[in-house]
């Protein structure tokens, strides 16, 4: 297992333990959790709490993703570039991901069918982005989401300006261009 899961194991530890700990120092009864007991597709119950902990955990890979690609802002833009001295938009991708682990195909062509497809207006930190001139054109290019709200969609990736963020909703040169979004992230 390497370092990086055992770290995210260990706060996910924490945290329940903090949970549950409050509970048991305050002298009140833990939480209210219901014995487990089979559903018609033969899982417990107790496995919702389980999603809600692994839930969790997405979220801080997904924010530890997002914060390692953010240290390669600013480097250089570099055809077929796949390391820090210079990247172009699948080689970001894949040298971020393959920090967590994450195998990604060699090109944003190849990329746009890794992981599963998720609606772009529900992509989330750490999912990809990719971009079409037109709807009949192959893909041109890849981006990785930082973040989604009601201001937009921002990602970050490796265009003619280096390793970049931009408001891909917002700007009229990338908006038409959107294609799809891919979720990657275990």
């Known amino acids: 297992m390497s370092k990086n899961r055992l770290t995210i194991l260990a706060a ?4 329940w333990l903090n949970l549950y700990a409050c509970d048991i120092s305050a002298n009140l009864p833990l939480r ?5 007991r ?4 033969g899982e417990s119950v107790a496995e919702d709490e389980s999603a ?5 955990e997405e979220a801080r890979l997904r924010k530890e993703i997002v914060a390692y690609a953010k240290k390669q802002l600013g480097k250089p833009y570099k055809y077929a570039g796949k390391d820090p001295k210079g990247f172009d938009c699948s080689g ?13 195909s060699g090109s944003s062509r190849t990329q746009v069918n890794d992981g599963k497809k998720v609606k772009i207006d529900e992509s989330q930190p750490g999912d ?6 037109s709807p009949d054109s192959e893909i041109f290019h890849v981006a990785m989401v930082v973040a989604n709200s009601d201001k937009g969609i921002e990602v970050i990736h490796s265009t003619q300006r280096g390793v970049v963020v931009d408001n891909i909703t917002n700007n ?5 261009k959107i294609f799809a979004a891919r979720n990657v992230v275990p």
Not at 32 to 36: I, K
Not at 92 to 104: C, N, P, R, S, W
Not at 172 to 176: E, T
Request: aromatic fraction near 16%; proline fraction near 7%.
């Open 128 to 133: 990809l982005i990719f971009f079409k001139r």
């Open 12 to 15: 996910g530890l924490y945290i």
């Open 38 to 41: 089979s559903s018609s597709g």
């Open 32 to 36: 209210n959790n219901p014995p487990a």
């Open 172 to 176: 009229d040169y990338w908006a038409p």
């Open 52 to 56: 809600t902990h692994s839930d969790s």
């Open 92 to 104: 970001l991708t894949g040298y971020v991901m393959k920090k967590f682990d994450i195998q990604l």
